[in-house]
């Protein structure tokens, strides 16, 4: 899903759970920005109990998110703060493309994830028919004042960043008139990587909502094909209804359809749930 380029000045101070957690969340937000039905179980392979907990009210405390606590299911519900001035902006990251999937993006701390978010951004112009990137030029001294202080790390500190970054970026070191300048642009690694893996992004969205709603409301043995086929559905309604009235109809089908107490969850019994719903 998308990553504004205006959020990204506002990732500079992340914990390393901490952004784990939310490009895990920007993965799964609707149009809205919302995530329902989030629990700590979501995470356990990406972070610990606390840790999750921790990030949620360090990314709550720095503004980047909101939370309802559904004591009763057990769960949370987080929206994204974006402003609607911000939101002018139309230049984003997909984080579906295959680079921001890979094992060695994922190794990155947070601090260098955040400087290979700005790298990308800033190399994100096409300046030729071939889609060659543009380079992104800056005298070495300035680049360490700027980003010694961006990210409170030493100078040495931020040279290892890069220094890890090289499997993304060529960085240049060359000398001008006036010192040493770094020429930054994408290297051949990043643009084998650098496309769209196919079927993500909305269906990972939809697929986690699903998931969820059928964790909330304890629907009986739904397993992949059901939730599958719930997902086609969402794709019949959604040119008429948007994100958020698709998941709220979709969750009370399927708490209608747990409140069956069948043994074994229907699809066909949700649809028509949802059509009900909706007025059909």
Known sequence: MKLPFYIIPKLNNLTNSEMTLYLWLCERKN??????????????????KQSFYNALAGLEEKGLIYVWHRQETHDYDIGLWFSPEEEEDK???NLHRELFQSEEFKKLNSKEKYLLFTLYM?????????????ISRMMMEEFYAEYTKILQRTKRRIREYLHNLKKFFNIIRRKEKDGYKYHIGRNR?????????????????????????????????AGETFID?????YRNYIKNY??????????????????????????????E????ELEF
């Open 31 to 48: 149009s809205f920005k919302m995530i329902k039905g989030v629990r700590v179980s979501d995470l356990m392979n990406l972070m610990s």
């Open 91 to 93: 230049n984003y990251i």
């Open 122 to 134: 800033k190399t994100s112009v096409t300046i030729s028919p071939s889609g060659s990137k543009a």
């Open 189 to 221: 690694h990043t643009y084998s990587l650098d496309k769209k893996i196919p079927g993500a992004g909305i269906n990972i969205y939809r697929k986690y909502h699903i998931k969820a709603m059928i964790r909330r409301h304890r629907l009986k043995d």
């Open 229 to 233: 086929d719930l997902i086609k559905i």
């Open 242 to 271: 948007n994100d958020y009235q698709m998941d709220r109809y979709m969750e009370k089908a399927i708490m209608l359809h747990a409140q069956d107490n069948n043994e074994t969850a229907s699809a066909a019994r949700v649809h």
């Open 273 to 276: 749930l949802l059509r009900q």
